[in-house]
């Protein structure tokens, strides 16, 4: 394994924005492999997302964002254990980034599960109607509707979207990154977005 520089290092951490320390233990656990030391970095912020995940958030900011013209607006809640975070400015950045997101994005739902069960079924049934017409066995369609099904979901659940500044990682992705950076639990507790002339 050659010598982990201080130039991989700062790549590391552009990519990534873990701590220093944080890129050269993934770079070295990684002999070096700048892709598998991101998804290390990744991996321990999920690690550390799961531990803690049961921690109380009371703290935390409201966030809009105003789309040009202001015929789009979004109002999201994003919540952390102490004010101290509440305060710091890469959570608060995190909000207003993730204000943005919701009205490029549009997300219809937070995660899988809050999706409305009649949007469901309809994609379910328009999926099964394309596969039957382009003659596809029986045994197969189920297959392809639950393909169709995850690829929708991971388009219109706010956690599964690719985030817009970083298509390579999802919004969970950055939640993760930012709970590991803090140090508390973070949740993105509500948001709402408003658009002129629809419901």
């Not at 608060?92 to 980034?97: I, L, S, T």
């Not at 999802?170 to 930012?178: C, F, H, M, R, S």
């Given at each position: 394994?050659?010598?982990i520089t201080t130039q991989m290092?700062?790549?590391l951490r552009e990519r990534t924005n873990a701590g220093m320390m944080d890129c050269k233990k993934a770079l070295q656990e990684c002999g070096g492999d700048m892709d598998k030391a991101v998804d290390w970095l990744r991996q321990k912020g999920l690690a550390v997302a799961a531990k803690r995940a049961g921690r109380a958030t009371s703290?935390?900011?409201?966030?809009c964002y105003l789309h040009a013209g202001n015929k789009i607006g979004v109002l999201v809640e994003v919540d952390c254990e102490t004010d101290f975070v509440a305060k710091n400015e890469q959570f608060?950045?995190?909000?207003?980034?993730l204000a943005l997101h919701i009205c490029a994005a549009n997300p219809v739902a937070m995660r899988r599960e809050?999706?409305?069960q009649e949007l469901v079924e309809r994609e379910k049934e328009i999926y099964r109607q394309q596969a039957i017409?382009?003659?596809k066995p029986e045994n197969i369609v189920e297959k392809i509707i639950e393909g169709r099904l995850d690829?929708?979901?991971?388009?219109?659940c706010l956690l599964e979207q690719p985030y817009v500044k970083d298509p390579d990682i999802?919004?969970?992705?950055?939640?993760?990154?930012?709970i590991a950076k803090m140090g508390e639990n973070i949740t993105i507790k509500r948001y709402v977005r408003f658009q002129v002339g629809t419901d």
């Open positions: 394994m050659g010598a290092i700062k790549e703290e935390g900011t409201v966030q608060v950045q995190f909000a207003k980034d809050d999706v409305p017409e382009s003659g690829k929708f979901f991971k388009e219109v999802t919004i969970q992705d950055k939640l993760n990154e930012l």
